[in-house]
């Protein structure tokens, strides 16, 4: 898998993962807002992405439903801090918050699979 874009507003946390990431050797996009995410995917060639539900402007999980249609089959994982079940309804994958290093790297390579 080649570059993976993450997308979270808590800036030291998107840093945070694209450090683990890129030491497992993935390149990687980060993008602040749901918007900003799509204006990305709709630019660069990603191979999966990485979003954080709760974002402003435009939720996680309404991103992952724009890319069903810009995108189908790109691999999305959802991320979430929240006991929310509007992650669980979208049918994805999704990591809690906070989660190990490892658990973020073992779910990336699942997506790969």
């Given amino acids: ?12 946390f998107a840093e945070l993962l694209r ?7 993935y390149d990687v996009l980060t993008a602040s807002t749901g918007l900003a995410a799509i204006a990305c995917l709709e630019h660069e ?3 999966a992405a990485v979003l954080d539900v ?4 435009i939720s996680g999980d309404a991103v992952a439903e724009h ?3 810009l995108a ?6 959802l991320m ?5 079940d509007v992650a669980v309804a979208s049918g994805l994958p999704i ?3 906070p989660f190990p290093q490892e658990e973020l790297l073992a779910a990336v390579r699942r997506l790969a699979s």
């Fill in 80 to 84: 979430t801090g929240s006991d929310s």
């Fill in 45 to 47: 060639d990603v191979d």
């Fill in 72 to 77: 189908p089959g790109l691999p999305v994982l």
């Fill in 67 to 69: 890319l069903r249609r």
């Fill in 1 to 12: 898998m080649g570059a993976i874009l993450v997308a979270d507003d808590n800036l030291g």
């Fill in 19 to 25: 450090a683990t990431l890129e030491d497992a050797g």
């Fill in 54 to 57: 709760l974002m402003p402007c």
């Fill in 95 to 97: 990591l809690r918050k």
